[in-house]
């Protein structure tokens, strides 16, 4: 029997069929409303949903406390407390720029939920620790530590120890490790303060990490950057006049000196403060660098590491940071210069513009695509949103005692 002859037989059954039909199609309508309703409780406004490329952090150092902002609104979003001794903090981020990694001068290392505003975990993981790295892949975090000397690597979503990597240089003593940059192939590359010496550890296999260890590169390493495309490792020498490079393309890895004795013949000045070399100062094919205890920034030409320049600038720079697309690099200074910032002009070399955003520039942060410019000014209790095209101040924010400014889009950058 076919189904209008049915239909015809049974009558009701037709009706029956319209009805579940009207049904069906009514709980259709409604069930994208019925879900909506359901993800928020009646009477409350359910929060838009934000990415992280716009976040940022400013550490607050003198409150152990992070402020948390961003970047297009140039706002200040939260606070979030907890975090310890700050004196000399660093921030790394997640692949995806949801958690932020908090390395604090009392050993702690602190796991940060950026879009929930919180601290997730914790772990006092040293005496003294002054910053850390985290791996190519985003899977592993790492501490350089100055107490006990060495580093120690930790899994990035548990923060459960992975490795400890002791840099134990001569029976019973160990070095203060400074300079730790991730490099690809989830390998950590650091420099050893006390034994004069570099050292890559490899992660790739986590069950079976391997050290291969460079010696005698030049008199205590003091910082380190790796250059943007992760190939040159270069130390900074506290001990002499000169750099230390390491060529990571060129096996077995060794270390070469660069611009040895570049204050020759002239009398070396006290060092108030020590140079910063992380920052990634590579301009096209030049490195800008500070010399140690001289007002002078050194040029360097990246294919052949030999000096090419020198720029004068107002005092001792601490940190030299090339704009995202390289015309121009900003400077800031140890005391007694250090309320002022110095902008240079890459392709004429020399200082187009002095600024005096606040006193006791600490740190500078360039927006990704480089429009602007944020400054801290800790004894300011300010930080300051400068055009780098026009070097008008947009905004200022209100913080307390800040220092460093990390930004989420170093998550997509090696060596920052």
Known sequence: MDRRAADARFPGRTAGRAVKRRQWLTAAAAAPVLSACAAAPEGSKAAAPAGTGDLGVVVE??????????????????????????????????????????????????????????????????????????????????????TPGGVKVFDARTLELVADI????????????????????????????????????????RARPAVTRIDAIGRQPYDALVTPDGRHYIAGLFGEDGLALVDLWDEPWR????????????????????????????????????????????VVDTASWQEVGRVAVAGQPVF???????????????VPDYDRVQVIDTPTRKVVRTLEPGRAVL????????????????????????????????????ADAPSGIFFTSRAARMGF
């Open 320 to 334: 030299v940071m090339a704009r995202p697309d390289g015309r121009q690099v900003w400077v800031n200074f140890a």
């Open 255 to 298: 270390a070469r000196r660069i611009l040895a004795g570049y204050g020759r013949g002239e009398q070396p000045l006290p060092v108030y403060k020590m140079p910063h070399l992380r920052g990634w100062a590579v301009a096209g094919r030049h490195a800008y660098l500070p010399a140690i205890g001289r007002h002078e920034v050194l």
């Open 61 to 146: 150092r003198a409150r152990g406390s992070l402020l948390l902002v961003n970047t297009s609104t140039r706002a200040a979003l939260a606070r979030v407390d907890g975090l310890g001794d700050l004196s000399h903090a660093s921030v790394v981020f997640s692949r995806d720029g949801g958690t932020a990694y908090v390395f604090g001068r009392d050993g702690a290392l602190t796991q940060v939920n950026l879009p929930e505003r919180r601290i997730e975990r914790r772990v006092m993981q040293a005496g003294n620790s002054i910053g850390g790295a985290i791996s190519q892949d985003g899977t592993l975090v790492a501490a350089q530590n100055y």
């Open 166 to 205: 002791p840099a134990e240089y001569a029976p019973g003593k160990r070095s203060r490790v400074v300079g730790l940059a991730d490099v690809p192939g989830n390998r950590f590359i650091f420099a050893l303060f006390d034994a004069d010496a570099i050292w890559v550890a490899d992660l790739s296999d």
């Open 363 to 398: 740190h500078m942060e360039f927006t990704p695509r480089g429009e602007a410019v944020w400054i801290s000014s800790r004894d300011a209790n300010r930080v300051s949103v400068v055009d780098t095209q026009r070097f008008t101040t947009l905004a200022t924010l209100d």
